[in-house]
């Protein structure tokens, strides 16, 4: 599986951005996705993962207020992350990953798969 993350870009505080993840190759529907982000200077960190089927979600305590929201596609082959109320803290590059199988993944050891990461910039 090969995937494409894009949406990243310069965003105000509380602003909105919508990031995607194309897979291509691979069975996308058989795979458990998830996005991941790493701040400048900081450990890679989960974010967000979905389910094969997308009707199990879960999310890291830092986005769990609502203000993230995974979501896929299997016909189109994409991911997304919805991403509203940002924050300066949220300020990182976003990696969307994947791996074969059922239920939720939440640590990127897990993950076989990666895409390249799109920058996500919050201004305050």
């Known amino acids: 599986v090969q995937l494409q993350a894009s949406g990243g870009g310069l965003v105000q505080a509380g602003g909105s951005l919508r990031l995607s993840c194309a897979a291509t190759?691979?069975?996308?529907?058989?795979?458990?996705m998830g996005w991941f982000r790493q701040a400048p200077g900081k450990e890679r960190e989960f974010a967000a993962a979905i389910s094969r089927n997308g009707l199990s979600t879960n999310y890291a305590d830092s986005v769990k207020e609502g203000r993230f929201t995974i979501s896929r596609d299997n016909a189109k082959k994409t991911v997304y992350l919805q991403m509203n109320s940002l924050k300066p803290q949220d300020t990182a590059v976003y990696y969307c990953?994947?791996?074969?199988?059922?239920?939720?993944?939440?640590?990127?050891?897990?993950?076989?798969?990666w895409g390249q990461g799109t920058l996500v910039t919050v201004s305050s």
């Open positions: 990953a994947a791996e074969s199988g059922y239920g939720l993944r939440y640590r990127s050891e897990e993950y076989a798969y």
């Open positions: 190759g691979g069975t996308f529907s058989k795979c458990s």
